[in-house]
């Protein structure tokens, strides 16, 4: 987790008090950090993929980058307007990410579906997380934002899923 409380934070009419929003900035980073680096996950298995279906597969890999690169401005934002300032660069983002690192050799279209899978299950274990933590701390906007975007990524851990599950 990133240093609290190294950061000043800018002044801001927002109602929540300092204390308060040092907090909720401090665990947005941690996501912004996430988000990013998900992001460039799916990224990487876009660019890298091979084998049956590769089309289809490689399209959705695709839409799922653009989905996270959603979920980090809908974070950085919230994260700035609380008076943060968004650390997103990809050397901060490697830092403070909840997520383990992706693996550079895969190639294979099971394998990528596989480990995105186990990033965007352990990405969504940890938004459920920031979300009691948001909710028990009074911040019920930053709670909201949470759950909006841990139900996006329970969504997209069920397309991935979809192609390894059998019924």
Do not use: C
Request: glycine fraction near 8%; charged fraction near 25%.
């Amino acid at each position: 987790m990133a240093k609290q409380g190294k950061t000043p934070i800018h002044p801001t009419k927002n109602t929540l008090n300092e204390n308060l929003r040092r907090s909720m900035i401090e665990l947005l980073q941690v996501h912004l950090a996430s988000a990013i680096d998900l992001s460039y996950q799916a990224k990487q298995a876009h660019w890298n993929v091979k084998g049956h279906n590769f089309y289809g597969t490689h399209l959705l890999f695709d839409k799922l980058h653009e989905e996270a690169e959603e979920y980090v401005d809908t974070i950085a934002e919230r994260l700035t307007a609380l008076g943060g300032q968004a650390r997103g660069t990809v050397q901060a983002s490697a830092e403070a990410t909840v997520l383990d690192p992706y693996p550079l050799d895969l190639v294979d279209l099971m394998g990528h579906i596989k480990r995105l899978a186990d990033s965007y299950a352990k990405w969504g274990g940890a938004l459920k997380d920031a979300v009691k933590e948001s909710d028990e701390a009074g911040d019920d906007l930053t709670a909201d934002l949470f759950t909006e975007v841990g139900r996006g990524i329970d969504k997209s851990l069920y397309f991935l899923e979809s192609h390894f599950q059998h019924a």
